[in-house]
Antibody, heavy 117, light 110 residues
């Protein structure tokens, strides 16, 4: 059974860099077509896709945030890391990671990140 | 504004049927698979429908999806109070090279 769990700071200051880790089990990046994505949800608002990394290390980013985002994977640790630079209060949201095989079929519980000085 | 357009809210009585629409364009829905997600209050989204009309194991057949042209539809029959949630459509947008989500629809079971 596939599980994912997000971890990282709950509070970051404006201009700082956010680093979030998604630790997963039940699948591996050795499987063709597998990906892990990051999706966020500001309070009371809709889901917003951020980034996706595939089994072959292909990476995709939300165009409007591409300059601020970096997604990497560590297959030995079963982890995917998302870095977002120059954080702003508008980046306050719940951040989810999700397994993707076709659709985002399994999601983590999410981690709340608040950007405030 | 979301690339995919959903009605902000829908409502119906228990036992009734509700339809949630998702309108897109030729760069997204028309040429890519659509998926639907249910987000119960305070929880993470859950996959309901993938590849336009397929249900993952464990999803009741009260939930069904379809697609025609640049629009997709989620139908929920036999409504239950436990179906009260936000529902999101999603697909890949070829022009944007990005996954896009709809703005979400809040379902109220009266």
């Amino acid at each position: 059974q596939i599980t994912l769990k997000e971890s990282g700071p709950t509070l970051v200051k404006p201009t700082q860099t956010l680093t979030l880790t998604c630790t997963f089990s039940g699948f591996s990046f050795s499987t063709n077509g597998v990906g892990v994505g990051w999706i966020r949800q500001p309070p009371g608002k809709a889901l917003e896709w951020l980034a996706l990394i595939y089994w072959d290390d292909d990476k995709r980013y939300r165009p409007s945030l591409k300059s601020r985002l970096t997604i990497t994977k560590d297959t030995s640790k079963n982890q995917v890391v998302l870095r977002m630079t120059n954080m702003d209060p508008v980046d306050t949201a719940t951040y989810y990671c999700a397994h993707r095989k076709g659709a985002f079929d399994v999601w983590g519980q999410g981690t709340v990140v608040t950007v405030s000085s | 504004q979301s690339v995919l357009t959903q009605p902000p809210s829908v409502s119906a009585a228990p036992g009734q049927k509700v339809t949630i629409s998702c309108s897109g364009s030729s760069s997204n829905i028309a040429n890519n698979y659509v998926s639907w997600y249910q987000q119960l209050p305070g929880t993470a989204p859950k996959l309901l429908i993938y590849e336009n009309d397929e249900r993952p194991s464990g999803i009741p057949d009260r939930f069904s999806g379809s697609k025609s042209g640049t629009s997709a539809t989620l139908v929920i029959t036999g409504l239950q109070t436990g179906d009260e949630a936000d529902y999101y459509c999603a697909t890949w947008d070829t022009s944007l090279s990005a996954w896009v989500f709809g703005g979400g629809t809040k379902l109220t079971v009266l």
